[in-house]
């Protein structure tokens, strides 16, 4: 990251991981560049999913760096990485029935608190104040996914691309400078597609950086900056989207050919 301190936000280094001895990433490597949107990709089992949850701290990689913003954050817990800057959604939003749009965004603001509005029971100045800010900063979450009209809405409501735009409008409450997202396009609608596409176009005028894990292969296309291709483990491709969807190692691990 020397050589590249203003454009290089993400690297990662022979990151390596294992579980009862099995080899689940193997000496990957890739970096990704600010203000760009790099798409992981590979077959089922390829690795994408505990390579994110490397990232995040959810794992500890059992070798190899991953240097962010010029820190190697490798090892280090999730709530740590989030504190840096690194927020993620998931394929299947663990939001809260009970509560409504609103009250979900803000639970992405509760780990900045700073007076534990929610476990509070004694309504003190400090923590009115506090829970106000939080409830600001996750409407104008809301606004920016383009929902804040239905934030007092019960979260049963909202179909699945809504419920996933909450879910990102929670990840951007922790005013991340990287968000990584993990099959946001999955089981959407071509116009809820759509609507994803101008959001993360939206996310990047606004200066975040994407990493974007996703199986649909035009969604990815039509988006990526750079594309890293897994494969058991392994890293088999890395290029703009026209290289990688021509490249014959990636053509074999998605369609079984025999070369």
């Known amino acids: ?10 690297d990662l280094k022979d990151v390596s991981r294992s579980f009862a001895g099995i080899r689940a990433l193997s000496l990957v490597s890739f970096s990704v560049e600010r203000g ?7 077959p089922n089992g390829a690795g ?29 817990t999730a709530d740590v990485v989030a504190s840096k800057g690194i927020a993620r959604t ?7 029935g009970s509560m409504t749009v609103l009250e979900n965004a803000m639970t992405g603001c509760n780990g900045k608190s700073r007076s534990g509005m929610f476990s509070c029971g004694f309504a003190l100045p400090a923590a009115r104040r506090e829970e106000e800010r939080i409830r600001q900063e996750a409407i104008e979450s809301l606004a920016l996914v383009g929902l804040e009209e239905r934030a007092f809405e019960p979260i049963s409501r909202l179909p699945l ?18 968000l990584m997202l993990d099959e946001p396009a999955g089981g959407l609608a071509a116009h809820e597609a759509e609507r994803l596409v101008s959001l993360i176009h939206l996310l990047l005028e606004k200066g975040l950086t994407i990493l974007l894990v996703e199986h649909n292969m035009p969604f990815v296309m039509s988006l990526s900056d750079k594309i890293v291709v897994l494969e058991a483990g392994v890293k088999i491709a890395e290029g703009i989207p026209e290289a990688v969807r021509n490249n014959p190692r990636v ?3 998605y369609l079984g050919q025999e070369q």
Do not use: W
């Open 1 to 10: 990251m020397a050589d590249h301190p203003n454009s290089v936000l993400l």
């Open 36 to 42: 760009t949107i790099l798409s992981l990709i590979g």
């Open 48 to 76: 994408k999913s505990t390579l994110i949850n490397v990232i995040t701290g959810v794992y500890a990689p059992h070798s190899g760096v991953i240097d962010f913003e010029g820190e190697n954050i490798a090892g280090r």
């Open 90 to 96: 998931f394929q299947l939003e663990e939001l809260f």
């Open 161 to 178: 691309g809504e419920r996933k735009l909450v879910g990102i409008a929670r990840a951007l409450c922790t005013k991340p400078t990287l």
């Open 251 to 253: 053509i074999k691990a």
